[in-house]
């Protein structure tokens, strides 16, 4: 029972990990456009792989990996130092994409946005300057904001449980 929020959260990175891996190797339509973008796998067809772009990859499959390993080993410290680059990275997408559309975007985060958002798929609406998160990110949000919870909540129970007294 103490493994069930752990397991959910190794869950959610799995999704997150291969939804990352998705957007980058396939061309979804507005869903991921952004101007310039060449798809992975178009890469790989037309011979014009680059290595840091498969490095950049195997860097977001690192997280889940190491995750999976800790949760396999039983060790909590590595799953707290998961959950830490998670929280970093759910702190970014506030930073990048919730505080501009929340109080307004500056007017360089609007030359950035026009330029390399405008045409990809929006849930929220845009008012004003206050420019709404695409689609794909507003995903990676919600799957982050599961995977910090659950392992936060899982890491604490376990060490809940660690603290107090043993029946005899």
Do not use: C
Not at 33 to 39: A, E, I, L, T, W
Not at 124 to 134: C, E, K, Q, T
Not at 156 to 161: K, L
């Amino acid at each position: 029972m103490l493994m069930k929020y752990l397991r959910i959260s190794l869950v959610f990175q799995l999704l997150l990990a291969i939804y990352f891996q998705l957007i980058n190797w396939f061309s979804l339509g507005s869903w991921n456009y952004q101007p310039g973008f060449v798809p992975m796998f178009n890469s790989v067809n037309s011979g014009k792989i680059q290595w840091g772009d498969i490095a950049i990859l195997g860097v977001f499959l690192l997280p889940f990996l190491l995750f999976f390993l800790a949760y396999w080993r039983r060790w909590n410290w590595l799953m707290w130092v998961g959950a830490i680059g998670y929280t970093i990275w759910i702190y970014l997408q506030i930073q990048t994409w919730w505080i501009p559309y929340l109080f307004g975007a500056s007017e360089q985060w609007q030359k950035i946005y026009h330029r390399v958002f405008a045409y990809s798929t929006k849930i929220l609406p845009s008012i004003g300057n206050h420019l709404a998160p695409d689609a794909m990110h507003l995903a990676i949000q919600l799957l982050l904001i599961i995977i910090v919870t659950s392992t936060i909540i899982g890491l604490s129970q376990i060490q809940r449980n660690k603290k107090s007294p043993k029946p005899e």
